[in-house]
């Protein structure tokens, strides 16, 4: 159990969730995860803020029962209606059949189509409305596409307190401690990156767009829905996203390939220590038939330059590498330096293949695109060495 006071009147309730591997059953967790909520005490009436997953409604319903002994909730907020938190909604409701669900139209017709709970349990609230707590008043600020259409933020305005729902979240299940200043946060700073570039990356028009709108509160508490509270940190948070929806970079190289036999990957190593005589030094290699994808995204993330370097694989690229370039295309990669390399054994496609898959990117296009064949590194070494040298120019000027 890990219930734990924020501030006068909201105190943590959420749960970690340290057997689940894969978020979404696509992104892994090697630190766990956890489902954030909250309990809002107000001289009249009591707010949950968040649920958390049906798998694991059982802790939660003890860690809200705990928390509002022998009073009963009189809300619970669903600032976003995705199953990590809505899950435990329909346990809830049983367990307390007077609550109201309070939310916006988008997410009412959410939680009507996962659960079947209709109007006569919602409340529905607009940009700008208020709730009135006694003592305690929630302000609603939808905030669309940060992750869903329907999510939105509460915020506490008596106390300062930010309830942003997925934003400014990161993976990593908490450990005691709850709020910024009881841990180490460079970990979960490391998984915020990991985090948005997984789960928000293609939203960041709308991060942006919700940063702004939440600029002119003031607010001493960001209570997210993953992660530790931010308290002392704030700044550098609310910063991290701010950049990573900008698509901001420092100065560094990622070099993602494919390789079957272990000749791209020759290939990749040369280009690699190109780029170190060159002057680069916060360089990242990944085998991508090997290196989770999470990982590689949220390199791309952190470094202003990538290098894809692919084989060819029945006249297409080669699959892993093929995937990443989706993934990059769907999060809508900009702001980037890209350089291209690949090899083949028989027929000269990679290249051609990846230049049209990223042919829509706003990205500066780094030239050779070394392609070479079977295994005759020495006849691709000096384009290689170009493509160091204007790789490496290009990022260590990071513009
Ligand atoms: Fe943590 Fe978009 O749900």
Known sequence: MNIRKITDRVSYCGVNDRTTTLFE????????????????????HTAIIDGCSE???????????????????????????EPDHSGALPRLLLRFPDIRIVTNAKAAAMIEGFYGIG???????????????????????????????????TFLEQEGVLFSGDAFGCFGALCG????????????????????ACIVAKYGTFVSRAIDKCSNLSFNHICSTHGPVWHSRIGEIVDLYGRMARWDARPGVVIAYGSMYGNTESMAEMLAARLVEEGVRDLRMHHLSYAPL?????????????AIVSPVYNTEVYPPAARLIEALGNRGIRRRNLALAGSYSWGAQSVARMSRMT?????????????????????????????AANLAAAALDNK
């Open 55 to 81: 798998k694991l409604a059982g802790i939660y319903m003890e860690q809200v029962t705990a928390v509002t002994g022998a009073g009963k909730p009189d809300y619970i907020v669903v600032n976003h209606v």
């Open 294 to 306: 999470s990982r590689v995204l949220a390199d791309v993330m952190e470094f202003n330059s990538i």
């Open 359 to 387: 042919d829509n990117w706003d990205v500066n296009r780094i030239e050779p695109r070394p392609e070479m064949k079977q295994h005759r590194l020495s006849d691709s070494a000096e384009a290689i060495g170009r493509l």
């Open 119 to 153: 109007d006569d349990r919602l409340l529905i609230v607009g940009d700008g409305d208020t709730l009135d707590l006694g003592d305690a008043t929630l302000r609603f600020i939808l905030t669309p596409m940060v992750h869903w259409p329907e999510t939105m933020m």
């Open 177 to 196: 401690a709850v709020t910024d200043d009881e841990t180490d946060c460079s970990r979960y700073i490391s998984e915020a990156r990991r985090y948005y």
């Open 25 to 44: 059953n696509l992104w892994e967790l090697p630190m766990g995860v956890s489902y954030n909520s909250y309990v809002i005490t107000g001289s009249e």
